[in-house]
């Protein structure tokens, strides 16, 4: 199993057949960072995987500063997206740039290694803001891990690739996803390669406590917009005051 998350088979097939979710997310994104923010301002994007949510933010007219940790999944989006300052990023360790907004979708601090370190993180990230800043992202809570707690195995076979998806819940706090894909190669035969992406499941309620002091305004939401997101995901605004 490699270390970083979306190697280049799984980075490839993200793009091709599960980039939905962003566009599910990113109106209502966007009308949040509308609400306080004027047209132009930097976002600071966390996660950004192959572009789809950058691409939306690039078209609102702010300017995108867009991360990931996965180098194959930042070829693409330089390549979808080539408007945004496309950087490697990788939690919890490399600092964040200065930015008037941060956001993410698509729970990227939920591959952090434990509770303690997503809430550091997430106060490290929201001290980036700049005054009268907000901080837009989702999380898995663990209402996610009881939704799935029977393990699952499902596939998905296309002309040019397929995939194994199999998941577990190993402890409460704990959701995994076991990954098989296969790709074809030159001469015909097919490649496989193996990930297995483990996600820390938080009381997004009560993590939010960590920003009652002063500085900052922490909300917990069940979307971002009108949209639905699926069971157990939570929405955290985090709004640094002027």
């Avoid at 076979?157 to 894909?181: G, K, Q």
């Avoid at 917009?225 to 939570?234: F, I």
């Amino acid at each position: 199993m490699r270390e970083t998350p979306y190697g280049p088979d799984l980075a490839s097939i993200h793009h091709i057949g599960f980039s939905g979710y962003s566009d599910l997310c990113g109106p209502g994104v966007i009308e949040q960072l509308d609400a306080v923010l004027e047209k132009g301002s930097t976002v600071l994007e966390l996660g950004c995987g192959s572009g789809g949510l950058t691409r939306h933010l690039i078209d609102a007219g702010y300017t995108v500063i867009a991360t990931d940790a996965s180098p194959d999944m930042l070829d693409i989006a330089r390549e979808e997206v080539p408007g945004a300052d496309v950087r490697r990023l990788t939690l919890p360790d490399d600092p964040f740039p200065s930015a008037d907004a941060v956001v993410s979708v698509g729970h990227t601090l939920n591959y952090l290694e434990s509770a303690e370190t997503i809430g550091r993180t997430l106060v490290e990230v929201a001290r980036a803001l700049r005054p009268g800043g907000v901080l837009i992202l989702d999380l898995c809570d663990l209402e996610y891990g009881k939704a799935r707690a029977e393990p699952t195995t499902t596939s998905l076979v296309e002309d040019t690739w397929a995939i194994i998806s199999r998941t577990s819940l190993p402890a409460p706090d704990r959701f995994v996803r076991e990954m098989t894909t296969f790709v074809p190669n030159d001469d015909g035969t097919w490649r496989r390669d193996d990930e297995r992406h483990e996600n820390i499941l938080v009381d997004v309620e009560l993590l939010s406590e960590v920003f009652e002091e002063r500085e900052f305004d922490a909300t917990v939401r069940s979307s971002f917009g009108d949209e639905h997101l699926p069971k157990g995901m939570r929405v955290l605004v985090v709004k640094r005051f002027s």
